[in-house]
């Protein structure tokens, strides 16, 4: 039972530095928030029209965004600047971005997750630089 649960931590290890794990998590983290607090009855918000639905939008796009780069690394760009503008724009259209703590956590994982690269494997001196060096 051991040796399952080392194997499964290793391959989630193996997984988490394939991708941007803790970006897409971040910015996950932060339209949940934008969510939690656009949270209001369905008769309040159909009778607000679409500034009662946008804080959902905002929020669900925003976890789309984080949850994206996860399972297709390649469009971390992408997702990570639209998750970015989305953490921005819940600053005015769900109270103040879900007081702030979402649109910050928004803007810390989109930034993550476009700076993210893929890791490089060490480089090795050659005989001749380690000679001189």
Do not use: D, H
């Amino acid at each position: 039972m051991l040796s399952r649960a080392r194997a499964a931590r290793l391959w989630f290890r193996a997984f988490r530095r394939t991708r941007p794990f803790w970006g897409g998590a971040w910015l996950v983290a932060g339209g949940w928030t934008v969510l939690k607090f656009s949270l209001s009855s369905v008769r309040l918000i159909v009778s607000t029209g679409f500034g009662g639905i946008a804080g959902y939008l905002v929020g669900g796009g925003m976890i789309l965004c984080g949850l994206i780069p996860i399972a297709a690394p390649r469009q971390r760009y992408t997702f990570g600047l639209i998750g970015c503008v989305l953490a921005v724009v819940s600053l005015v259209v769900s109270n103040l971005g879900g007081f702030l703590l979402g649109m910050a956590l928004g803007v810390l994982g989109g930034s993550m997750t476009v700076g993210w690269g893929v890791r490089r494997p060490a480089r090795r001196p050659s005989a001749p630089e380690a000679v001189r060096g």
